[in-house]
């Protein structure tokens, strides 16, 4: 039998009670907590004891987050929840909408907003009416009949700032966006009526049969073939809350009948490459990304992307790269490794590729610039660089793929470096 150490609490205190209340909290959020998990850490509190707040949350933490992806809401709802004896107000906060020009609007941190609706789950979010200070006050009336719909409003919303409701609407969303591609044309040829050459071996062969007398020409055109998509997508620290929403446009793009691709390549990258390809076969998006899932072992770990492309170039250009692939790069480019080895496999990797399209969330920023080491030694061997942050991101990725001139801001950012 386990010795519980005593708690430091008082003999009427409520810590039980707020645990639970806590894990309906998390739940609400979308952690699978479940009862059992609520005795497991109401007695690993018990034997843990109470005498610093540290101890106290990774306690909870062992007890309540089972997947990397989690670790995020846990920490925004706790700090909400515990730490912060004003959380009431951070929630309200983040859950009312602020006027532009005439409250200065404030970035919510990751996760929060998903945080501050799962502690006010079944709350009454009506707000009090404003009395106002003189009856004879200027009263400043606000047209918004031109004002972004819900859906528009959802298209330009960063992925990092949505809330869980919002993010399984993007995610429907995601499902339908389609990414069109332009065939290429084959050296090779077919038999057509109305070709533009002639196929003079078929003739003669068909001339064989009226004794050599020519009769008919028969005319020939150049055969189409498809480019495979291959996408490389960081799942570091930095990334990972906007690697799972590409993973998801991913498997549709992977399932869609018809979108053109021959074939559709992905392969994660943190501190290892992995490829998980075959699991965005499945039918079931949440079955395909939970085996990804388990197949990529360093989700939200460092970001070796000179080491991990070195790997790629090794060991997978040539299964993959054939047929003019077309290469997404989905980082933020903060690395590690040494720049010069990092710009010498995105060289490798751009002679590869039929183009090589970079999508990085940090151009969401209007104060981005290619100050890093890592981005610096990226951006000259890519053809395109734009913004993956939101669902108008991904929908303009759709577009640039039509215009194979298309280099996104990569003539922009190039003046600076």
């Known amino acids: 039998m386990a010795e519980y150490l005593p708690l430091d609490i008082p003999e009427d205190g409520k810590l039980a009670t707020n645990i639970t209340w806590f894990a309906r909290a998390l739940r609400a959020a979308g952690l699978p907590v479940g009862p059992g998990r609520v005795i497991d850490a109401v007695r690993a509190v018990e034997a843990a004891g109470f005498s610093r707040k540290q101890d106290f949350y990774f306690t909870l933490q062992a007890c309540f987050v089972s997947r990397p992806e989690h670790r995020a809401v846990f920490a925004q709802i706790f700090r909400l929840y515990w730490r912060d004896p004003r959380y ?6 983040a859950l009312t909408p602020a006027i532009r020009g005439v409250q200065e609007e404030k970035k919510a941190k990751s996760a929060e907003k998903r945080a501050a609706e799962a502690l006010l789950d079944g709350v009454n979010r009506d707000l009090p009416d404003i009395p106002d200070d003189e009856e004879d006050g200027t009263q400043i009336e606000i047209d918004a009949s031109r004002t972004m719909s819900s859906e528009e409003r959802l298209r330009s919303l960063d992925f ?23 065939p290429l044309m084959s ?7 109305r070709g533009n050459r002639i196929d003079w071996r078929a003739t003669l062969r068909h001339s064989m049969r009226t004794g050599g007398d020519l009769q008919e020409l028969r005319l020939k055109q150049p055969r189409i073939r498809w480019p495979n998509l291959v996408a ?14 590409v993973l998801h446009f991913l498997h549709a793009v992977s399932n869609e009948k018809g979108a053109g691709w021959a074939q559709v390549h992905a392969l994660t990258f943190g501190t290892r490459l992995t490829n998980i390809t ?23 770990g460092g970001t070796r992307i000179g080491s991990c492309l070195h790997d790629f170039n090794r060991d997978w250009s ?48 209007e104060e981005f610039a290619p100050k890093a080491k890592g981005i610096a030694a990226m951006l000259p061997h890519v053809d395109s660089f734009r913004a993956g942050h939101s669902i108008a991101s991904l929908e303009a ?21």
Not at 340 to 364: F, T, Y
Not at 397 to 417: F, H, I, N, V
């Open 88 to 93: 009431l107000e951070h929630m309200i906060a």
């Open 160 to 182: 990092e700032q949505m809330s869980t409701a919002e993010m399984a609407e993007a995610r429907r969303m995601l499902a339908k966006l389609k990414l069109p591609v332009r």
């Open 187 to 193: 050296r090779r040829t077919k038999l057509a009526l």
């Open 232 to 245: 490389l997508c960081d799942i570091s620290g930095s990334m990972s809350h906007y690697s799972r929403v």
């Open 278 to 300: 075959r699991h965005l076969r499945q039918r079931d998006v949440d079955a395909a990304l939970a085996a990804a899932g388990a197949e990529a072992q360093d989700w939200e």
């Open 318 to 365: 040539r299964r993959v790269m054939g047929q003019g692939a077309i290469v997404l790069l989905i980082t933020d480019g903060l690395d590690r490794d040494d720049p010069d080895v990092l710009a010498r496999e995105m060289q490798r990797l751009n002679l590869s590729a039929r183009r090589v399209i970079w999508l990085n969330p940090l151009l969401r920023w």
């Open 397 to 417: 990725l759709a577009d640039a793929l039509s215009r194979p001139d298309d280099t996104g801001e990569k003539a922009r950012l190039m003046a600076q470096l």
